[in-house]
């Protein structure tokens, strides 16, 4: 009698592992990206809020960036507002799996998405979309890196599996999109 009820648990086990994933998304490099985002920004981020919409039923993370370049997209793009689902409100924390995280001050290259409701941008493939801007110690070079994957995102590939991203020059990214069509 054990060893039916272990099989079955483990049968059903099996059964629900693929739906304990949360956020499938296709995989995402720099050249797929400048190809497809409309707007391609490096920037500060100024502000990341969250409120309630107002129906109370979801959060929304608000954050601005002030462009410092406009690599892809209208030139005299003034600050630009990211709406993302999910944050935090006093005591309630809405994450959504597999977003970007921002913090104020610091430096990003962002690929964007206009929002279908018209509110803004977002990024393009989710956190894929989102790269931090910092200098290399030493050679002071200007380098982007993006955040892994979080637990509960599976990322979907043709060929090998992905492991970890290096960082890449900013000035290689910059390359490329313009390669692809650049700022208008």
Known sequence: MHARTGLAAAVLACLLAPLAVATVLVAMDIEDMAAVAPVVV????NRVEADWNPQ????YTQVLITP????KGPRQLG??????LGGRVGDVVADM???PR???????LV???PRKDGDGYLTLGMYQGKYKVFNAPGTGEELVMRDGPELGVEIVEAGAARGAEPALRLADVRATVRKVGGAK
């Not at 600050?79 to 993302?84: E, I, R, S, W």
């Open 42 to 45: 490096v920037g500060e981020v």
């Open 56 to 59: 109370k039923t979801k959060i």
């Open 68 to 71: 410092e370049e406009v690599l």
């Open 79 to 84: 600050t630009v507002k990211l709406k993302l």
């Open 97 to 99: 799996i597999g977003a």
């Open 102 to 108: 921002f913090e104020e001050g610091e430096r990003v």
């Open 111 to 113: 690929f964007l998405e």
